[in-house]
């Protein structure tokens, strides 16, 4: 993991940055009240964004990092090299990154697979003045996913990073 300023960030890094800080606006949050949103970047450079959708039965809430990644499956993309993830609470800014969950980290550990690069992971706080860079390997070690399980993946994989 490393600690970066925006500045430091390549301009495609900070384009997905700001359209996961536009895109958490969107959040459906009766709940929790926090907003999140994520942005991937694809091989070629297309952002995909998602925000998080909570349900009244919690366990079927969708995290902005899903969302993006099934949005993204839905538009027919599916290699990625970056995702960029935002938050903020209702009355506050976050201090602190906020990481993917551990069902988000499966996924895109997963997606990481398909796209043949271990996923770059920018983390910020809401005002930008902490960003960490991460990989998924780095957030979840030991993953466990279809190359691990001997899965032919490569009708889903056209091209890599």
């Known amino acids: 993991m490393q600690s970066v300023s925006c500045a430091q960030l390549t301009a495609t890094d900070q384009l997905a940055l700001d359209e996961a800080s536009r895109v958490l606006e969107n959040s459906y949050n009766p709940y929790s009240h926090f907003y999140v949103g994520a942005c991937l970047v694809s091989y070629d450079g297309k952002l995909v964004s998602g925000t998080n959708f909570e349900n009244a039965a919690y366990g079927s809430t969708i ?6 990644v099934l949005r993204a499956n ?7 090299r970056t995702i960029a993830i935002i938050a903020r609470g209702e009355n506050f800014d976050t201090t602190e990154v906020t990481g993917p969950c551990g069902s988000c980290r499966q996924v895109l550990y ?10 770059k992971i920018v983390l910020s706080t809401t005002r930008k003045d902490v960003i960490v860079i991460t990989t998924i390997k780095e957030l979840l070690p030991l993953a466990f996913g279809p190359v691990d ?6 009708k889903y994989q056209k091209k890599s990073c």
């Open 110 to 119: 997963e997606i990481s697979q398909v796209s043949g690069c271990d996923l």
């Open 74 to 80: 839905a538009m027919g993309i599916r290699h990625f």
């Open 63 to 68: 995290c902005a990092e899903r969302a993006a």
């Open 149 to 154: 399980l001997g899965i032919n993946i490569e």
